[in-house]
C-alpha cells in the first residue's frame, strides 16, 4: 500500500494510512478484539451498533446521515485534538487518518505549541486511544484528500460533540457554509450551542489563562540529567514506537515542562523494523519478527500513560529506562511472547530485576514462540552437581581438582576472568588475586556444577567452566566482588556462562565503584623471592638466621619428590629447595624415560596431594652439599615425614632422626607401616628384621683399642666460611646465634628505615667496625675493615659473624655506631678455627680442590665439633662430625677429608698433637688408602717422599 507521511504536531513523521476514496470501507465491520490488549474492550453492544438497513444513528439526524456507511475501527493514536489514526482490527497494517467535522484544535509544533494543544490532544486521547470505536465519513477535502468525519464511543457519546461541549475543539470559521441540508445545519447550530456553553463557562481551551507548556525535545546536558533522575520513576508518555525496545518518550516533568527523549528499554534487544536509510534513500528491510515487535509495543503503550524507571545512558546518551505498563514492565511482556532477547549491557542497571527478565526469555524459548522458533535448549551437565577438591591453582580463574575416584581435572570458573599479563593495567595484581583464590579454597572440599565445555581443537585445548561454591558462597562471585576478576562479555549466543551472570556483572560495577583489588589501580609491590638455594654459598648466609626460627610459615610452591619441596616463605621473601630430615624417600621418575625407584612415584604423588600450594610449617636443622635445606615440615600441625613412613612409603635414617629429634615419632610410625605390611614393607618378614647392633661410642678411644688422652668438649657448630687460604670461621650454635637472630632481625628493620640511610662522615680507619649490605642478598650485616685502597676509595671487609669477605666502596658503607648493634653487646660470632691434625695441600690448585671439597661435605651444616686445642689468640683446632654420617668417633669429618686426597696428616707435630697418637694412626691409615688410590694430591705419588 502507499505510506504517506503525515507532520505530527511536534514535528516526528509517522507512517501514514492508505487513502480509500472511492467510498467503500478499509476498515473490518465485525469487531475482533485481542485478548491480550492492556485496556480490554468489550464487543460494541445492540444499541451501539445499528443493525443493517436501519437509517438513523444515535444523536445523528437520520436524514444526513442515511446514505452514509458505518465503520468500525480501533483508535491507534491521536495527531491532535481534531485528528485520529484509525486502524483496521483485520489487519492493523492497514491505517486511515479521520478529522473531526467542522471543528479544528491547536496544533503542536517543534518550534513551540499552540496553547493549549496538548491538553486539548491529551483530552481526545483519554476518550479514545486503544477503543474501539464507529465511525462515518462525512465530507473530503478535494486538493487533500482529508477525510472528515463523526465517531461514536462505546459509551453513546460522539465525537466531536463532546470535544467541543468541554472546550477542546473549536468550530472551523468556514463550518456550515457550503452545507444547505436543513438538518446539517441544525446539527450545526447545536455544535455552536455547545460552544458557547464551553466558552461561558471557560472550559478547556476558553480558560482565561494556562495552556502554555515547555517542550523540551532533548535532554540538554545528558549527564546532568542523569545525575539529576537516576533511580527515579518519572511519569511519562508514549510519543512514537520506532521498534520493540526504542521509543519516543514525552516525561511529564511537571504541568508546564515536558522532556520528549529516545529510550530504550531497558534489559532487551529487539530486531530492528523496516526503515529508510537516510544516506541513499533505499528500504532496509526489517529484521525477522521486527515489525511484529513494534507492533506489540504499539498496541499496549502507543500513547499510553506509563512510568518511566530512569536508568542509564547508552553510549550515544540515549535514555536507558525500565519502562512501566499498568500490568509491569513492557519488557517481560515482549520477552514472553519472543520478540526480543536479554541483553547483557543493562544488566547492571537493573540489578536483581534482569532475573525476571531472564525467566521470561526462557519461558519464550522452552516454548519456541517468535524468535526462539528454532530453540534447541542446552542439555543438562552430566552428573549434575559434585564434590570435589581444589588440588592446585593456575590462575585467578582456573583451577585443578580431583574428585572422589582420584581423576583430576581442569576447570575454569564461569564468566570471569583473571588479571591478564598483556594488560599493563591488570598484569601487576596477578599475584595477588591468585594468593586471594589460594586461601580461599586450596585443599579444601568445593561443590562443583559444570556450566559449559568447549571441546579440543587444533589451537585449544578441550575446556570446561563451572561456578565452585564452598559453604554455600559462590567462589567466582567473590572474587569478582573483591575485584580480583572481571566478568566476560559473552557473546550473545554463548550459553557458556555462569547462572548468576547479572549478579556478577552488578558484583563487578560495585567492585569498580569501590576501587577494589585491581580497579583501585594501585598494585601492591610486586614480591621478589631470593632463592636461598640458588648456590651453597647464598645457603649458608640463609641457615643459620632460619635455623633460630621454629615453626616458620611457609607455602609449598612445588613438589619435587616425596620428600623434596620448593618452598616460600613470604615474611622473609625467601625461597629455598627443602628436604625431609630423617627419612629416606625413594626416587620419582624425573623424566619419561627414567625408571622410578619402587614406591617413588606413590610418595610423590602423595606428596603433590596433601602439600602443592598448602600452607605449611617448616623447622630448618641443616643444609646439604648443594644448598638444600634439610628439616622438617608440618601440614595442619601434622609431621609430613611421619605421614610419609606410616603410609610405607619412606624409610627413617635413624642417626639423622635422633638429631632432630623426631626419633620415636619416626620409629613409631615405620613400626605401624610395617606391620600393615604398607608400601615399601609390603613384602616384610618380621622374623628376617633383626635390629643391628649400633656401635657404642667408646669413653675413651676412637676404636677402643687404646686409651686418648684429649679432654672432650663438644659444642655444635657451623662452618659459615671458608677462604681461599683454606681458613674457616665457625659459628658455635647456643646463645650467642640465638642473640645474633634477635640483633639481624633489628639490625635489618634499622637500615630498611630510610631516616638510618647516611652514610661515613670520612675514610674509614682499619679495624673500624660498619654495616655493609652483602652484594650476594641485598640484607645489612656488621662487618669490620680489613684493608683500605684509598685511591679506589673502597675497602676489604670481613663480615663478623659469618667471616666471609668482599671490597666495598665507601659511599656504600654505614657507621655501627649503635649501642644496641655494637660488638660490645654481642661479640662476633664467626670465630676462627682449624681442622685437628690436617695439612692442607700447598699448591693451589689442590688448595682449591681440597676447600671445595670441605664446602661440599661440611660447609653450613649444623655439625658437632670437638674443639682439641685452642691456641692462645684464640683459634679454635676442631674435630668435625656430621651428625647424619658419623656414626663412630672415628667417623670424623677430618677423616674424609684425608681418605679424599685433600689433606695430609702433618709429619712434625706440635706439643698438644702428640698426645693424640691412636687417631693419628687412624688418620695415616685413611692417607695410605688415598695414597694408594693415587686420590687428590697424591695423584702423582707420595709427596713426602721429597
Not at 566482588?481 to 562479555?489: H, K
Not at 660447609?859 to 683459634?875: M, Q, R, S, Y
Request: proline share 5%; charged share 25%; hydrophobic share 35%.
Amino acid at each position: 500500500m502507499t505510506v504517506k507521511t503525515v507532520k505530527i504536531g511536534y514535528a516526528t513523521s509517522q507512517s501514514g494510512p492508505s487513502r480509500n476514496v472511492s467510498g467503500s470501507s478499509i476498515v473490518s465491520q465485525n469487531p475482533v478484539l485481542h485478548a491480550n490488549l492492556p485496556e480490554p474492550f468489550p464487543s460494541p453492544s445492540p444499541q451501539d451498533t445499528p443493525p443493517r438497513g436501519k437509517k438513523f444513528l444515535p444523536n445523528v439526524p437520520p436524514a444526513r446521515y442515511s446514505n452514509m456507511v458505518l465503520n468500525q475501527a480501533k483508535v491507534k493514536s491521536v495527531l491532535s485534538g481534531d485528528s485520529l489514526v484509525l486502524a483496521s482490527i483485520d489487519n492493523p497494517d492497514r491505517e486511515r487518518v479521520l478529522s473531526l467535522a467542522y471543528s479544528t484544535s491547536p496544533h503542536l509544533k517543534k518550534d513551540g505549541d499552540e496553547q493549549w494543544a496538548f491538553e486539548s490532544r491529551d483530552a481526545l486521547r483519554k476518550m479514545v486511544v486503544g477503543k474501539l470505536v464507529q465511525f462515518q465519513v462525512l465530507y473530503t477535502i478535494p486538493n487533500t484528500k482529508r477525510e472528515y468525519g463523526v465517531v461514536f464511543l462505546q459509551d453513546g457519546r460522539k465525537l466531536p460533540e463532546e470535544m467541543i461541549g468541554e472546550g477542546w475543539l473549536k468550530l472551523r470559521e468556514d463550518a456550515g457554509r457550503k452545507e444547505d441540508s436543513e438538518q446539517a445545519l441544525q446539527q450545526l447550530d447545536k455544535l455552536r450551542l455547545l460552544e458557547a456553553t464551553a466558552r461561558s463557562e471557560d472550559k478547556g481551551l476558553w480558560q482565561p489563562s494556562g495552556g502554555r507548556i515547555d517542550v523540551q525535545h532533548d535532554m540538554g546536558d545528558a549527564q546532568s540529567f542523569l545525575e539529576s533522575w537516576k533511580g527515579k520513576t518519572a511519569d511519562g508518555l508514549v510519543e512514537r514506537v520506532l521498534s520493540g525496545d526504542r521509543m519516543l518518550v514525552r516525561l511529564l516533568i511537571s504541568p508546564s515542562k515536558h522532556i520528549q527523549v529516545m529510550t530504550l528499554v531497558a534489559g532487551i534487544r529487539a530486531p530492528t523494523t523496516e526503515r529508510v536509510n537516510p544516506s541513499n534513500g533505499q528500504t532496509q528491510p526489517a529484521e525477522e519478527h521486527g515489525n511484529e515487535a513494534r507492533r506489540f509495543v504499539e498496541e499496549r503503550l502507543l500513547q499510553r500513560n506509563v512510568k518511566v524507571h530512569i536508568l542509564g545512558l547508552s553510549p550515544q546518551h540515549q535514555l536507558i529506562a525500565s519502562v512501566l505498563h499498568p500490568r509491569g514492565s513492557i519488557a517481560k511482556f515482549i520477552l514472553e511472547a519472543g520478540l526480543a532477547r536479554c541483553t547483557d549491557f543493562h544488566s547492571t542497571l537493573l540489578g536483581s530485576e534482569m532475573q525476571a527478565l531472564r525467566d521470561a526469555e526462557k519461558g519464550a524459548q522452552n516454548s519456541k514462540l517468535g524468535l526462539f522458533k528454532d530453540h534447541i535448549a542446552k542439555a543438562a551437565a552430566p552428573g549434575g552437581s559434585l564434590e570435589v577438591q581444589v588440588t592446585r591453582i593456575f590462575s585467578a580463574d582456573v583451577i585443578f581438582v580431583r574428585n572422589r575416584t582420584g581423576v583430576e581435572k581442569r576447570i575454569n570458573l564461569s564468566s570471569i576472568r583473571g588479571p591478564r599479563q598483556n594488560e599493563a593495567s591488570e598484569a601487576p595484581f596477578r599475584d595477588e588475586a591468585k594468593e586471594f583464590l589460594r586461601k580461599k579454597v586450596i585443599g579444601k572440599h568445593v561443590r562443583l556444577s559444570i556450566d559449559g565445555s568447549r571441546p579440543a581443537t587444533e589451537e585449544y585445548d578441550a575446556k570446561e567452566v563451572a561456578t565452585i561454591t564452598l559453604n554455600e558462597k559462590n567462589i567466582g562471585l567473590l572474587l569478582v566482588q573483591e575485584g580480583w576478576c572481571s566478568v566476560i562479555r559473552h557473546r550473545r549466543d554463548d550459553t557458556d556462562r555462569a547462572p548468576n551472570y547479572d549478579e556478577l556483572l552488578l558484583a563487578q560495577e560495585n567492585a569498580k565503584e569501590e576501587k577494589k583489588g585491581m580497579w583501585s589501580g594501585k598494585p601492591a609491590k610486586a614480591k621478589q623471592y631470593t632463592d636461598a638455594s640458588e648456590s651453597l654459598q647464598k645457603a649458608k648466609m640463609q641457615v643459620a638466621f632460619l635455623q633460630r626460627q621454629k615453626k616458620i610459615p611457609a607455602i609449598v610452591d612445588f613438589v619435587k619428590g616425596g620428600s623434596r619441596f620448593v618452598v616460600l616463605i613470604p615474611r622473609e621473601n625467601v625461597k629455598l629447595n627443602f628436604v625431609l630430615g630423617g627419612i629416606r624417600a625413594p626416587k620419582s621418575a624425573r623424566n619419561p624415560n627414567d625408571k622410578a625407584e619402587p614406591f617413588g612415584q606413590e610418595a610423590h604423588d602423595l606428596a603433590s596431594k596433601r602439600l602443592t600450594q598448602r600452607d605449611v610449617l617448616i623447622d630448618v636443622h641443616n643444609i646439604d652439599k648443594v644448598g638444600g635445606f634439610i628439616g622438617a615440615l608440618y601440614i595442619n600441625n601434622e609431621s609430613f615425614a611421619k605421614i610419609l613412613v606410616e603410609e610405607g612409603f619412606a624409610t627413617v635414617h635413624s642417626y639423622s632422626a635422633e638429631q632432630s629429634g623426631n626419633s620415636n615419632e619416626l620409629q613409631a610410625a615405620e613400626k605401624r607401616a610395617k606391620e600393615a605390611k604398607r608400601g615399601l614393607w609390603v613384602n616384610w618378614d618380621p622374623s628376617l628384621d633383626v635390629p643391628e647392633e649400633e656401635d657404642e661410642t667408646p669413653q675413651n678411644g676412637s676404636n677402643g683399642d687404646a686409651p686418648l688422652t684429649r679432654e672432650k668438649d663438644y659444642r655444635d657448630v657451623m662452618i659459615t666460611n671458608i677462604d681461599e687460604s683454606g681458613k674457616i670461621k665457625i659459628q658455635i650454635i647456643g646463645t650467642g646465634t640465638s642473640a645474633l637472630e634477635t640483633l639481624m632481625t633489628q639490625f635489618k628493620s634499622f637500615h630498611l628505615n630510610p631516616a638510618n640511610k647516611a652514610g661515613l662522615t670520612g675514610p674509614p680507619k682499619t679495624g673500624e667496625y660498619v654495616a655493609s649490605k652483602f652484594s650476594a642478598d641485598g640484607q645489612w650485616y656488621r662487618a669490620r675493615i680489613r684493608a683500605n685502597d684509598r685511591p679506589a676509595k673502597e675497602a676489604e671487609i670481613v663480615y663478623v659473624d659469618y667471616g666471609n669477605s668482599e671490597k666495598v666502596p665507601w659511599a656504600k658503607l654505614r657507621p655501627l655506631n649503635q649501642p644496641q648493634f655494637s660488638p660490645q653487646k654481642l661479640k662476633p660470632q664467626a670465630v676462627d678455627a682449624v681442622l685437628s691434625l690436617l695439612q692442607l695441600p700447598t699448591q693451589k690448585d689442590y688448595l682449591d680442590e681440597a676447600i671445595a671439597y670441605i664446602n661440599e661435605i661440611a660447609a653450613n651444616k649444623e655439625l658437632v665439633a670437638n674443639v682439641d686445642f685452642t691456641a692462645p689468640e684464640g683459634t679454635l683446632h676442631v674435630t668435625l662430625y656430621d651428625q647424619h654420617t658419623s656414626e663412630k668417633l672415628t667417623d670424623s669429618i677430618n677423616a674424609e677429608i684425608v681418605r679424599a686426597g685433600n689433606a695430609m696428616v702433618p709429619t712434625k707435630l706440635k706439643g698438644w698433637e702428640r698426645g693424640y697418637g691412636d687417631v693419628l694412626k687412624t688418620l695415616r691409615e685413611k692417607q695410605d688408602l688415598a695414597k694408594a688410590e693415587r686420590l687428590g694430591m697424591w695423584e702423582y705419588g707420595d709427596l713426602t717422599e721429597d
